[in-house]
Every structure is written in C-alpha cells, then in structure tokens.
C-alpha cells in the first residue's frame, strides 16, 4: 500500500537544540497528523492539521500542513531529555477513518 | 484527547493457544476501532478496520480466521489470535477513531509473546 517517506529516520541531538522532520507523500491527504511513541507504549496524538498550509502549534511543538496536501513537517524547539521517542507522521482523512504512517523518526536527545 | 484501554498489557502463552486482546474507548463512543501490529523499531502496520455491528475490514496478507475480531458495542472491540505460534509474537496496538473518520486514539497495546 501507500507509503508515507518519513525524514530523518533517527537524529542525535543534545539537549536545548531544536529538531525539525518531515514527510512526503505521493497522494494528498485531508488530514496529517503527528504521533509521539514511548518504548512499549502506544502513539500518543500531538497534533492534528487539518487545512492546507495551516501551521500549529502545542507548546514547544510546531507542526505544518503542506500546501500541496503531500507533506508535513513538525519541529520542536529547545528539546529536553523527555522528548526522547519515535516520532510519526500520519496521513488521512481520505478512506474510512484509515491513517497511512510514515516509518518513524527515532530522537535521542543527550542531556 | 480521549482515552482508550487495552487489556492485558503484556501476555505469555504456549504455541497452539488463543489469546484475546481488549481494547476499550472509555470516554466517547467509537463506531470505528482498528487494529495494528508493531515491529521492534518499525512503523505501525494496519490490521484490520473494525465497525461496531457488522463484520471487519482485513488488510490484505492479515488472515482473517486467524485474527479474529469482535466490534460487539461502540466503546469495546477484542483482537483474538487463533492458535498462536511464536511468529506471532509482536506488539499489538489498537485506536478508535474520532467521529469524522480524522483523528485515531491508541490503546497503549499488549506485548504478546508465543513460547
């Protein structure tokens, strides 16, 4: 099935710098959403876009909606030890309620 | 956002047993629940879609005797493994989605490991 590229797939950073990934898609999406998973956890809902070039922001977290509808990226300022985790990308709002993910950003962050 | 249950969080059984997993939205109702399976270090990869009242939706490669599912009421659909073999050991997550069909709420999923 469809595939979302997600970017980079792991980032080492020390702590207080900003971190920013992305995804593409070959399809438009109506909705893109960022997910947050702890080790043995399920993905926890950051933010959800639902516009076309719409920007949000949850905290230290900023996150856009691709003008395009084909990408999305999030960033996140002054990071801190507890945003270590995978970090996905979901596309959706076209079949069913379904979401297509992308393959995930693995964040260690060095105090 | 809304909270959504998943029981047992981590189970062990011989090979040859079923096992059920819950999965419970317990604070708004869900027509719609999915089911995923999670590789160590991999993306969530989509099972099946789960209408409350009528029958699931499998992915394809998912076999559908095998995994079975039950969406009885809209705030509870189970997950059984059938005769489990330790090939199914993985990490299995479920959501509920939103009334719109644009938001999924995930359980926090069950470790299941087939000795």
């Known amino acids: 099935g469809q595939q979302l590229n997600q970017s980079p797939q792991s980032m080492f950073i020390q702590e207080g710098e900003d971190v920013s990934m992305n995804c593409t898609s070959s399809s438009i999406f109506n909705t893109w959403l960022w997910y947050k998973q702890d080790p043995g956890e399920g993905p926890v809902l950051l933010i959800a876009?639902?516009?076309?070039?719409e920007l949000t922001s949850n905290g230290r977290l900023t996150a856009q909606f691709g003008i395009t509808r084909k990408d999305s990226f999030l960033n996140i300022s002054a990071s801190i030890p507890s945003d270590v985790g995978i970090y996905f990308c979901?596309?959706?709002?076209?079949?069913?309620?379904?979401?297509?993910f992308g393959q995930g950003t693995i964040l260690t962050v060095h105090p | 956002g809304a909270v959504v249950s998943q029981h047992p969080s981590r189970v062990i059984c011989k090979s040859g047993t079923s096992v059920k997993i819950e999965c419970r939205s317990l604070d708004f109702q869900a027509t719609t629940m999915f089911w995923y399976r999670q590789f160590p270090k991999q993306s969530l990869m989509l099972m099946a879609t789960?209408?409350?009242?009528?029958?699931?939706?499998?992915e394809q490669g998912v076999e559908k005797d095998k995994f079975l599912i039950n969406h009885a009421s809209l705030t509870l659909s189970t997950l059984t493994v059938t005769s489990a073999h330790p090939e199914d050991s993985s990490f299995y997550i479920c959501?509920?989605?939103?009334?719109?069909?644009?938001?999924?709420?995930f359980g926090p999923g069950t470790r299941l490991t087939v000795l």
């Open positions: 789960s209408n409350e009242g009528s029958k699931a939706t499998y």
């Open positions: 876009l639902y516009k076309a070039g």
């Open positions: 959501s509920a989605g939103d009334l719109y069909g644009n938001e999924q709420f």
């Open positions: 979901a596309g959706g709002g076209t079949s069913y309620g379904k979401l297509t």
